[in-house]
């Protein structure tokens, strides 16, 4: 097992690396902004999950043989864009309505959460470099002094998830304050739904251009 000084560490770290811009934190932001902080943290529940594969995958020395394989990561990496496209599309063509209660308050239930926690997971797992990142950053904390380093991997990875959750249900409590402002404005909710839409081809045009 890792030390106690060697976790705090590394929780730090994680905390820095999850405030630091990249696409999963903007994908919160601005679902949360746009549905609600239910689905905010519906979708930061789907982003932890992938987390738990990508931890399982260098752990078990998959991520290793899928670092290695140039068809593999290219698969990945086109579904990824892909699906960044289709959220792109569906964020431009959102309809907009007026409405004075919070978003909050008219909170998604039953199967529109979990389609939110089924959209965080599929972006974490379609994220090819999250899982060569998690390859080189997490063996850096195990020592093979300390016992079997697939087991440090794992605690290592649970508190990587920590972090995430911690961070980015942060923000979706955030920025879901500011979505229910954008409910009284039905050109407020258009640019945002326009801003969120440039933002996800954006990120699918740079995670298409991305190499090994």
Not at 9 to 32: H, I, K, R, T, Y
Not at 159 to 183: D, E, N, P, R, Y
Not at 198 to 209: D, E, K, T
């Amino acid at each position: 097992m890792p030390t106690a000084e060697t976790l705090i560490a590394f929780f730090g770290v994680a905390v820095l690396l999850g405030l630091s811009p990249g696409p999963d934190n903007v994908f919160v932001l601005l679902q949360s902004a746009q549905r609600g902080w239910r689905a905010g943290m519906a979708v930061v529940a789907g982003l932890c999950a992938g987390l738990v594969v990508h931890t399982a995958a260098v752990a078990l020395g998959l991520a290793a043989v899928f670092a290695s394989s140039p068809t593999a990561f290219a698969v990945l990496k086109w579904c990824g864009a892909a699906y960044l496209a289709y959220l792109a599309w569906q964020a431009w063509r959102a309809p907009v309505t007026l409405g004075h209660a919070p978003a909050q308050q008219q909170p998604l239930q039953g199967r529109a959460l979990w389609r939110m926690t089924g959209r965080g997971m599929l972006m974490s797992l379609t994220n090819p470099k999250l899982l060569i990142f998690f390859l080189a950053f997490l063996p850096q904390f195990a020592d093979p002094q300390r016992g079997s380093l697939a087991l440090q991997t794992m605690v290592l990875g649970c508190v990587f998830m920590l972090a995430t959750f911690l961070v980015f249900g942060s923000i979706a409590c955030f920025s879901s304050v500011f979505g229910a402002l954008l409910q009284r404005s039905v050109r407020a909710q258009r640019w945002l739904n326009r801003f969120t839409s440039l933002v996800f081809f954006g990120l699918a045009a740079r995670l298409a251009l991305v190499q090994r």
